[in-house]
């Protein structure tokens, strides 16, 4: 059975950084667009960033120039750096595999001072 699991989230004061981890168990990685989302309290699940099979990403405005997406084939894993976190990124960050429609349990991010 496929599962994605996070980690790495965490409190961090604002302009701090996180860098959060999704690794798949399965050997569905590699065949698919991998994202990252998140959910605030009271707001609908919104995509963060994204990464193709091939490695091109694309992110929302609202964290351009700040996060980063990448992915590493070999160990099966997508990852989502965090920089100069500001308190309106605190929210649940969930993973997702696109192409299966498969997504993480999430991991709680919450940026305060």
């Known amino acids: 059975q496929v599962q994605l699991v996070e980690s790495g989230g965490g409190l961090v004061q604002p302009g701090g950084s996180l860098r959060l981890s999704c690794a798949a168990l399965?050997?569905?990685?590699?065949?698919?667009?991998m994202g990252w989302y998140r959910q605030a309290p009271g707001k609908e699940r919104e995509l963060v960033a994204s990464?193709?099979?091939?490695?091109?990403?694309n992110y929302a405005d609202a964290v351009k120039g700040r996060f980063t997406i990448s992915r590493d084939n070999a160990k099966n894993t997508v990852y989502l750096q965090m920089n100069s976190l500001k308190p309106e990124d605190t929210a649940v960050y969930y993973c997702?595999?696109?192409?299966?429609?498969?997504w993480g349990q999430g991991t709680q991010v919450t940026v305060s001072s």
């Open positions: 997702k595999a696109e192409s299966y429609r498969l």
């Open positions: 399965g050997s569905i990685f590699r065949f698919t667009t």
């Open positions: 990464i193709s099979t091939g490695g091109t990403s």
